[in-house]
């Protein structure tokens, strides 16, 4: 109730201020259409009254039936042009980039029905427990590994499924290690998230965006990009929580249940080192990344390793959720909008990429702390665009650092409970308070902005990318 009250408020405060500030008479009918279904995006994504997916969908369904006008009606449609049809939004949400991700949503769900995941998370646990920082640095290693290619929630989940056992064995003098380890995890599949552009839904929005602009990024670029900075951050990490939780006492070992490597486990590897050879070579057979990731569903489908019941537990909501944000990048590009957007924001006369990016990044920053990354990311990412249209001298190298740093600092975002659903899986295991989410958190995003700002800028230009 204290949501929709929020909700009503703000939006009431919306509209006056549409009708004070930006009057009917000064954009088109589409264009004021536009506006209006991008606040009220806003607002849903915001204040979180309806789950994140329903404010997606109503995206789309506004759209169509304000945009494309199927109904012929005369309040709607376009005021000059000619009006797109319901196929072309349905294009624009449905990006090419919701194939990888549902690849690697595929891939994560059979690596955990083998126990793949189990198997590797386990040795971890069992060749270096008994020394505390040791341990912590090779558990957030594997967990930023695998949030490369899973849900950083379903990773964090089973590295604690693995973990837990061992934490509830602390002694109590070693209660500041069981801190280490549940802040540890959940910001290493935050952090891990950046290394691929399946490892997190902003990176698949940025790169749809891109993609509508014209740009493309292979995997390998993307990694090459990424990974470096993915690997600083992890270790800026690892060394924080150590030096302020004093890991140096040698733990007592604890038995780790055994999980043995098996026929239908080494298929999955196979299949899923396959998988990303060619996302890593697409340069030299030529296949999209978005096909390349049929190929494990297709065989694992085949085989019977993915089922019916695995299909109907993917996180479709989160393929909605991207879907949504593409939806309205494109419908600002439909009706021109961008190009107003792009106007109404202050011009620079600076050349400088990172003084251009920087705001755009620190307000990513800023909003993913308190909502959903991938909202904030489907809010941003079409207004910096906008803004890059602008500096038409410093394309395509400014829509390039643009879209990327929205995406990867959006994955940086961790100095709270809520701002993660890794960092509230850690909360709910009990042992951790909101204050010990806050000074590590801070520390580690505000240096991820920094790196990203300065090193991305960098690692573009390097390989090539713009």
């Not at 991700?101 to 971890?124: E, M, P, W, Y």
Request: aromatic letters at 10%; proline letters at 6%; one cysteine or more.
């Amino acid at each position: 109730m204290k949501k929709w009250l929020i909700f009503l408020i703000a939006l009431c405060a919306a509209i006056g201020g549409l009708h004070f500030f930006v009057p009917p008479h000064t954009l088109s009918k589409e264009q004021y259409f536009m506006l209006i279904i991008f606040i009220l995006a806003a607002l849903l994504w915001i204040t979180d009254v309806i789950p994140l997916f329903a404010t997606a969908l109503l995206i789309i369904g506004l759209e169509i039936l304000m945009l494309a006008n199927p109904g012929k009606w005369a309040i709607f449609g376009f005021e000059h042009a000619t009006p797109p049809t319901v196929h072309a939004i349905l294009v624009g949400a449905v990006d090419p980039v919701l194939l990888l991700f549902l690849g690697g949503f595929c891939l994560a769900r059979v690596a955990q029905n083998s126990g793949v995941d189990q198997t590797v998370s386990a040795l971890i646990v069992r060749v270096s427990r008994s020394h505390p920082a040791l341990l912590l640095f090779n558990i957030m290693l594997a967990t930023a590994c695998f949030s490369m290619w899973m849900s950083n929630t379903a990773t964090t989940a089973m590295m604690f499924s693995v973990l837990i056992p061992l934490l509830n064995s602390f002694q109590r003098e070693h209660h500041s290690f069981k801190k280490a380890f549940l802040l540890g995890v959940p910001f290493a599949a935050n952090i891990g998230g950046m290394g691929t552009p399946i490892g997190s839904p902003p990176n698949a929005v940025a790169l749809g965006f891109l993609d509508q602009q014209g740009y493309s990024v292979d995997f390998l670029k993307w990694m090459a990009l990424a990974v470096p900075l993915m690997l600083g951050l992890l270790i800026v990490t690892w060394l924080l929580l150590s030096i302020h939780f004093k890991l140096k006492q040698p733990i007592k070992r604890q038995p780790i249940p055994k999980a043995p490597l098996n026929a239908k486990k080494f298929f999955v590897i196979v299949i899923f080192a396959l998988t990303v050879i060619l996302w890593l070579t697409n340069s030299l057979h030529g296949l999209p990344s978005s096909l390349v990731a049929l190929f494990p569903i297709i065989i694992f489908s085949i085989t019977g390793l993915l089922g019916r019941h695995d299909i109907n537990h993917i996180s479709w909501d989160a393929l909605i959720l991207i879907a949504g944000g593409l939806a309205l990048g494109s419908g600002f590009m439909m009706t021109g909008f961008d190009q107003v957007l792009a106007g109404w924001l202050t011009s620079s006369t600076s050349t400088n990429t990172i003084l251009l990016v920087m705001p755009f990044v620190v307000a990513t920053f800023a909003l993913s702390t308190f909502i959903s990354n991938t909202a904030a990311a489907n809010l941003l990412l079409p207004i910096g665009i906008a803004y890059c249209m602008q500096m038409k001298s410093l394309l395509p190298e400014l829509s390039y650092q643009m879209a990327i740093s929205i995406a990867l600092c959006a994955s940086v975002a961790m100095a709270l409970p809520v701002s993660t659903p890794p960092n509230q899986i850690a909360y709910s295991e009990g042992g951790v308070t909101t204050r010990d989410f806050i000074f590590p958190g801070l520390v580690i995003g505000g240096l991820g902005v920094v790196l990203i700002l300065l090193f991305g800028k960098a690692m573009i230009h390097f390989w090539g990318i713009a």
